[in-house]
């Protein structure tokens, strides 16, 4: 502590120090994974409650760290996020995205969509649309099989600007879905104008909907609001056989969730695929 105070020696606690060292180190860490090649996709199926066909897959990034093991989104994205490499680590995961689904059409499966998660940091650079252009592109992937998740609160920081950016990209093919829709605010008005193919209830409605009714209201209402808007509408985090009736009960279009499927890696998704 430069001038003794109490806040500033306060600061420099070995707890303190021990945490910004391991934020560096896994930082770095995340930087040389990437390098390395410690990243990979699984894939969750997504499915259609009318014919009940796979129509597409969500890719979720997973980090095989050298000493942790495997890591799980949540033990690294929000550090990805906070210091910019979430668009390196974005750019390979889209890549490698586009560049599995092509190889699934090659080997003779159903055409699928594959759907990635995208940051908010990720969708402002500068040149993004010209990034996801070169990632189809450079994989032979067609446009039509590529969508986008983005979240609310992405979306609404700067509307104007997501449109113009989305319409780059769909006037391609490329389609875009709302993330964890319900948990942030959307303006009902901005909604209208994004060109936006899908509405996903976040899965915290779907947990608790067989006890809680204002859930299932939520549920209900997001659904007819995707209708309204002419979006599709998909319920995540499906687990029960309960659950996926009140859906199809109350007009939801498609399901994703442990119900039909955990994320799996792609070898066993090629499988599943085969099987139906
Ligand atoms: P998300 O996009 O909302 O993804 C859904 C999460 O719910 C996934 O967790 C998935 O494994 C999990 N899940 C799926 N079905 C069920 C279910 O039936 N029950 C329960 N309890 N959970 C289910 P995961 O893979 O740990 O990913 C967590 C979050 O990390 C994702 O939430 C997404 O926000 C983020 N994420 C994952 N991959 C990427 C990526 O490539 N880029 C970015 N920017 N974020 C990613
Ligand atoms: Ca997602
Ligand atoms: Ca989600
Ligand atoms: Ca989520």
Not at 124 to 149: F, M, S
Not at 194 to 222: G, M, T, Y
Not at 229 to 255: H, K, P, S
């Amino acid at each position: 502590a430069k001038n003794g105070g109490r806040d500033s020696f306060q600061f420099f606690t070995p707890e303190m120090n021990t945490k910004a060292h391991e934020r560096f180190a896994m930082q770095d860490a995340i930087r040389k994974g990437i390098a390395r090649s410690e990243f990979y996709l699984d894939y969750q199926p997504q499915v259609d409650l009318r014919s009940g066909r796979i129509f597409a897959v969500e890719a979720l990034v997973r980090w095989r760290h050298p000493v942790l093991g495997v890591l799980s989104p949540a033990q690294f994205i929000s550090l990805a996020e906070e210091t910019g490499l979430i668009v390196p680590l974005g750019d390979w995961v889209l890549n490698e995205a586009c560049r599995q689904n092509k190889a699934w059409q090659d080997a003779g499966l159903a055409h699928l969509s594959v759907s990635v998660n995208v940051s908010a940091r990720q969708f402002q650079e500068k040149d993004w649309p010209g990034r996801v252009i070169r990632a189809l592109e450079e994989n032979g992937l067609e446009a039509e099989y590529l969508e986008l998740e983005l979240t609310e609160s992405l979306l609404m920081r700067n509307v104007d600007q997501a449109i113009a950016t989305m319409k780059e990209l769909q006037v391609l093919g490329v389609h875009f879905a709302i993330d964890d829709f319900g948990t942030g605010y959307s303006s009902l008005s901005a909604l209208k104008s994004l060109p936006v193919s899908r509405l996903k209830i976040d899965q915290s409605f779907v947990r608790n909907l067989a006890h809680d009714e204002d859930d299932r209201s939520i549920i209900s209402a997001v659904i007819s609001l995707g209708q309204r808007l002419n979006m599709l509408v998909i319920a995540e985090g499906v687990e029960t056989e309960d659950q996926l009736a009140f859906l199809r009960a109350n007009g939801c279009d498609e399901a994703q969730g442990y119900h039909f499927s955990r994320p799996i890696e792609p070898k066993a998704m090629a499988d599943l695929l085969k099987l139906r």
